[in-house]
Each structure stands twice: as C-alpha cells, then as structure tokens.
C-alpha cells in the first residue's frame, strides 16, 4: 500500500543558507516520493538518494566549505561527518552483498524449474531457497536496527553556533544522512517481506463480501514481486504452475537487477562523498 513517504525533519533555519540551496531542493523532492513495497518505487528512492550525494559532494568542493572547516577546531562535527559518511557506506556495502546473494539464489531456483528433472528436484530447491531467504530477513532487520540507531544519533546532536555556513552545511549533511538512512531502511524492509499467511475458510469467506477488499489486496500482491513469488512457490503442484512461478522468477530476477545498478550509483557517490570529506578535514 503506497504512502507519502516521510522523514524526520531537523528543522532547517527558516531562510536557508545559500550553499546549502541545491541540497535542500533535493531533499523535498526526495520528501515527496511515495513509497510502495516495489522495486520500482524503491530505485526511484534510491536515485534520488545519488542526486542529493551529488549535491552533498559539490557542497564539500565548494571553496567557502572549505574555508570555513578548515579553520575549525577538528573536534566532533569532523568526527560525527566522518562517521555518518562511513557507516552509510558500511550499510550500503551490506545492502550489496545481500542483493547478490540474493540474486544468485533466485537464479539457483530459476535453473532448477527451468530443468524440470523432478518434483523431489524442484522441492529441493524451493526449501534451499527458503532457508536462504530466513537467513536473509535476519540480517535484514539486523541492518534495520543498525539505521535506526544511527537516524536516532543523527538527530540527537546539538548544532554548531560559531559559524553560520559551518551551522548550515552540518545540519543539512544531518538531514541528508537520515533521509539516506530511511530510504536504506525501505529497502531492507522490502527485502524481508514474507509471504502473506495462510487464511481460514470464514476470512476468506468474510472477504469475498468485500470485492474491493480483495481487488486491493490482490493488486499489492501483483505489485510487489516478492510477495507473488513466495505465493507462487507455495503452489508448485503442476507444470503449468511451474511454468507460471518460472515466468515470475525471471520478473523477480529483473527487479534484482534493476536494485543492484542502483545500489552500485548509490555505492559510488558515496565513496566519492567520502573522499572529499577526508580531503577536506585533511586540510
């Protein structure tokens, strides 16, 4: 079900800092993305995730940026700057490799349909893939914890008062971290989807008085891939429904695909975002 996707705000002045403009035109329309457990909607998060890095990095190059850190006492805001870079690299890193262990999974699965030697073969693989697929909801909501330890940290520090384009330039890269860190979190949460449980014979009774119920459960079943490949593996009972779930695989490994570029842009932005920061506090 889609929503308007919010985050925490940390109140940035009324009247904003003119280096800090791009920045925070990014960050509201990044505010306005609606979120839906698809990737679709997920990439569009996360590439809007790479522009507002973008902008962040062209802030850190900017020579008053520059100016003004380096003649600062290096003390916490460096640190907490440098912590929020790498642990957001640290997160993204994660995010990867559980995508590609993923993604091989889901192709282990897909050549074993695409085979067809058996039912035992096919059953085999399927329970492969679940237990796979516990492990990786557990690191999910590992890494989800991780987030949100972080977005609590991110809002907990008091601002810097002695400079007003240093006080500009934290508390935008604050905000920037925890919508960075809510947009990491939707993902893992849509990684650790599991398939929907099991109905009696009354709910689904009860259900079928209510079309429009059902029609909007349905349509977020379809448009969530996880959610309709983990339906359809738990009705592999015929070779049409083989053919079917094969079909569903291939749309599901698409998706992976389609995550992984954007996950890898996002990698690279941030690994450029720290390289200026560590310039810049170097100087």
Not at 57 to 79: P, R
Not at 232 to 261: H, M, N, W
Request: proline content about 1%; overall charge positive.
């Amino acid at each position: 079900m889609s929503g308007k996707y919010h985050v925490r705000s940390i109140s940035l002045p009324t009247r904003s800092h003119p280096a800090t403009l791009e920045v925070e035109e990014a960050l509201n329309r990044l505010k306005a993305w609606e979120s839906s457990p698809t990737s679709g909607s997920i990439c569009n998060g996360l590439s809007g995730v790479e522009e507002l890095c973008k902008y962040v990095d062209k802030l850190l190059n900017m020579a008053s940026t520059q100016e003004v850190l380096s003649h600062y006492q290096k003390g916490k805001c460096h640190e907490e700057l440098l912590d929020g870079s790498v642990r957001l690299l640290d997160v993204c890193s994660i995010a990867r490799d559980i995508l590609l262990r993923f993604r091989e999974q889901v192709q282990a699965l897909q050549s074993a349909f695409r085979r067809r030697k058996g039912d035992s073969s096919i059953e085999t693989s399927v329970a492969t893939f679940n237990c796979f697929r516990k492990k990786m909801k557990k690191d999910a909501k590992k890494l989800i914890a991780s987030l949100k330890q972080m977005d609590n940290k991110h809002g907990a520090s008091s601002l810097l008062d002695q400079d007003q384009h240093l006080s500009a330039v934290i508390r935008v890269i604050r905000e920037v971290n925890v919508t960075n860190c809510s947009i990491f979190q939707t993902l893992l949460v849509f990684l650790s989807t599991s398939s929907k449980p099991k109905q009696s014979r009354w709910s689904l009774v009860s259900k079928l008085m209510y079309k429009g119920v059902v029609a909007c459960e349905e349509k977020e079943e379809n448009d969530n891939e996880l959610v309709a490949v983990y339906a359809a593996l738990s009705e592999v009972s015929d070779s049409e429904k083989v053919k079917i779930t094969y079909k569903k695989l291939e749309a599901l490994l698409t998706r992976i695909e389609d995550l992984e570029s954007c996950l890898e842009s996002v990698f690279r932005i941030l690994i450029k975002t720290r390289s200026s920061l560590l310039n810049l506090i170097s100087l």
